[in-house]
């Protein structure tokens, strides 16, 4: 048996020398699905990444009396974060809340001018509340709303409902789209993989005859291309490896613009799951090719 594999790995190599452009054709076709496969993975990962900015953003606030003490705010900010569902509670005193203002406005003379002739500051401390778990908003808004101090002059917390019934139908709309994309793209490489194949089997048609003639086994006849479809996979899945990453490094100086002030590197998520991903897609591509190669040599050789 020992022998027998020897051979035809022998064999295999032997036949992808001598058919080195239809083994470069077989590899491409594969670099293109494995490449296509990652780049539909990468998509889902940016869109789950940029809905998740979105959800990260959503907070609700309480807006301070002027003559609440920082101390008072500061137990109220305690009794608040023993909340459950409460991620954070930030508290912004009247000296920040002007220094934001100014920051957020700064381009805009007329407005900064009007601040200057007040004597004080107008603006009022408050607390910044984030959720730890916004598809439970409403719950939080109803312990929010059950907290009574005398020092809250105001709570904003209707803002951003909308805005989460909108994110909602947006992520159950990407996933059933990225569900149906994937199916198609799957089933569309599936044949593309797998009459790339037959047609290179094809081109050994009369050598497989030749072999059922002279008495080969069935093993020795089908053990080459088994071995060269996981040669040619294994090849495939290197270089769509080093493409991909290639493409990654280009594409994440355009991500880091758009996460500004998120911790999101796509590189370092298809490194941490490189082991997952291309080993899977190696051993489905394995598959495939050996089906392929299975069925297209046993019509070939009337087995």
């Known amino acids: 048996m020992f022998i027998a594999l020897l051979r035809a790995i022998k064999f295999s190599l032997q036949d992808i020398a001598r058919n080195v452009w239809l083994s470069i054709v077989t590899v491409i076709i594969l670099i293109l699905a494995f490449f296509s496969i990652n780049l539909l993975l990468s998509v889902q990962v940016i869109s789950d990444a940029a809905i998740d900015t ?11 009396k002027a003559e609440a003490q920082e101390s008072e705010i500061l137990a109220l ?35 900064l001018e009007a601040l200057r002739e007040l004597d004080s500051n107008p603006l009022s401390a408050s607390l910044v509340i984030r959720p730890q778990d916004v598809n439970h908003y409403d719950s939080l808004i109803a312990d929010l709303n059950r907290i009574s101090s005398p020092i809250i002059e105001s709570r904003n917390f209707e803002d951003h409902k909308l805005m989460l019934e909108k994110i909602n139908t947006i992520t159950e709309r990407v996933n059933q789209a990225g569900f149906a994309v994937s199916l198609l793209f799957i089933f569309i490489t599936l044949l593309v993989l797998y009459n790339t194949i037959r047609v290179a089997i094809y081109t050994h048609r009369s050598e497989i005859g030749i072999m059922r003639l002279v008495g080969a086994s069935d093993w020795f006849i089908r053990a080459p291309f088994i071995v060269s479809s ?22 994440q100086p355009y991500l880091e613009t758009f996460f500004m002030n998120y911790d999101f590197n796509i ?22 090719n050996i089906i392929a190669s299975l069925v297209a040599v046993r019509k070939y050789s009337n087995v």
């Open 267 to 288: 590189i370092n998520y298809f490194s941490e799951n490189f082991l997952q991903f291309f080993s899977l897609q190696f051993l489905g591509g394995v598959l495939i």
């Open 230 to 251: 996981i040669i040619y996979t294994l090849i495939g899945i290197i270089l769509t490896a080093g493409l991909f990453y290639l493409f990654l490094n280009l594409l």
């Open 54 to 64: 979105v959800r990260d953003k959503i907070d609700v606030s309480m807006y301070m």
């Open 77 to 111: 900010r305690a009794q608040i974060s023993a909340l459950n569902n409460v991620r954070e509670v930030i508290y912004v005193s009247k000296q920040q809340a002007l220094e934001d203002f100014q920051t957020q406005h700064k381009n805009d003379p007329d407005i």
